[in-house]
């Protein structure tokens, strides 16, 4: 009897460790990208053209019984250095929980700061800025769910000035937090209108400091698509609560073509307009072409973009160009 307990026990113990090693599937994948980027104008940059990644991207996904799991980590060049690292867990009608502990961008307004269609970078790509601010990816705790077609996107994090990312278990990175922000994002597809999509969000950052206000910002799109064709405008707000500071009001257009199935073009262009309380505001225009062309496993891609009146200093005018081949794996 007892030998019969001790075979029923292991075959128990093996069919366990057999369901755990199956209940989660595993994948490595990455990129290696070599880069050639050139700066002209007021800020321009003389230094070495030439840059490179190799990124590799270690992620997991299995079912835990109420929900599905799923943890990432990318390592670039520096391997001590995580470009992302986060997990998920989806919990079907119930939405999905995270933990972006760096780089994840995962929800809140970061994650949809710019959405407008493009066949590279963004418009200020190297010659402006998003003009939004929000939980940034640093230990952020992240909510999403749809109702009734109704996106909602939720981001929190405790360290937002001060404080690092990804803190060890059982850590508690206090030192230098100065901040919290907090984030949410809605998303909505039109009805009857197939390929339109309204997006709307607002972030704020609450400073501990009883002197310094809390800063706040939004952002929102309306993008179509039809065809081969995809055109976005792009709204963003950002006010800073300090007494007698600047903001900023973005306004943004791109449209997007898709030549074929290997080659896409975009152009799009932004103003930002800076408040100046003490004069007058002034509007920084910038413009910018993108093209790539993709082959299997090889992606080549470019920008060219340019401002007029850049960072909101008159007379100041900056160009960027830059040139990528990606090798996918």
Known sequence: MKNLKKVGLTALAGSLVAFSANAVEMSVSGTAEVTYTTTNGTDASTGNPWGSNTSVKFSGSGDVGFGTATIVRTLNDNIGAALSTYQTLDMGDMGTLSLDANGGGLEGTVANDDLLPTAYEEVWTGVSGAGVIGAASNDTLGYSNTFAGLSISLAHTASY????????????????????????HLSYDIPYVDGLTVKYGQSTVDYSLATENDDTSSVGHILYSTGPVSVGYRMAEFHDGSAGSNGTNVEAYAIAFNVSDEMKISIATQDREYDVPSGTNVTETSDAIN??????????????????????????????????LVLAF
Do not use: I, P
């Open 161 to 184: 000035a001060g404080g690092t990312a990804g803190t060890g278990d059982g850590g508690n990175d206090g030192a230098g937090v100065t901040a919290k922000a907090s984030d949410w």
């Open 291 to 324: 093209a790539s062309y993709t082959m299997g496993a090889m992606t080549v891609r470019g920008t060219f973009g340019e401002s007029k009146d850049t960072a909101g200093q008159t007379g100041d005018n900056d160009e960027h160009m830059e040139l990528s």
